[in-house]
């Protein structure tokens, strides 16, 4: 009866230390990284990690490229598409609150040195281990949001195409609409 009784008494006591550890450990384990997420009128996001790692540069930069931010918060460790890759990004929610199937990752770090993921339905969640420079990333950025909008890069409104302008002879331009086959002739 000894023995069981000993090993009742270590058990107890070992219950009590990983529990100990556990509560000690809580708060730290529920620390995490916050989240700034910037989004255009296309419904494409760019997620920066940690926020207060992002320069007045890069912020001013997606100013000029028409972002705003939409939302900060706790940001979650999330899986692509594939579930191949992860990395810390917005919560689905809150992607699915924006209506992004589209964005760019960018990890902040130390003098403006950046880590770049890009996430897209159709493709595995990019992650690149290179460290970028910050006039690098902004052209990358202009890149990405180019494939994003797939064979028509000047295509900024939902459901509207520009016409193809054949060519112009001084105030009349040819004018081919996508949808029809049959020319305009327009007075400018």
């Known amino acids: 009866m000894k023995v069981k009784s000993t090993k009742s ?5 070992l219950y009590l230390a990983v529990a100990g550890m556990l509560s000690i450990l809580t708060p730290v384990l529920s620390w995490g990284m916050e989240y700034q997420l910037y989004k255009n009128a296309e419904n494409f996001g760019i997620v920066v990690f940690p926020p207060e790692n992002q320069s007045e540069d890069l912020k001013s930069y997606f100013h000029t490229l028409n972002f705003k931010s939409v939302e900060t918060g706790q940001a979650v460790m999330r899986f692509g598409p594939r579930k191949e890759n992860q990395t810390y990004m917005m919560p ?12 760019i990752i960018l990890q902040a770090l130390v003098h403006e040195k950046l880590l770049v993921g890009i996430y897209h339905p159709d493709w595995e ?7 970028f420079e910050l006039p690098e ?7 990405t949001l180019n494939v994003f909008r797939g064979s028509n890069p000047a295509k900024k409104i939902r459901g509207y195409e520009q016409p ?9 331009q040819l004018v081919l609409p996508h949808n029809q086959s049959g ?3 327009k007075r400018i």
């Open 137 to 143: 990333i902004k052209e990358k950025i202009e890149k």
């Open 9 to 13: 008494i270590s058990s107890f006591f």
């Open 164 to 172: 193809r302008r054949l060519f112009s002879i001084k105030n009349i």
């Open 92 to 103: 689905l929610e809150i992607q699915e609150k924006h209506s992004m199937k589209m964005f």
């Open 125 to 131: 969640l990019t992650l690149p281990t290179t460290i």
């Open 183 to 185: 020319l305009n002739l």
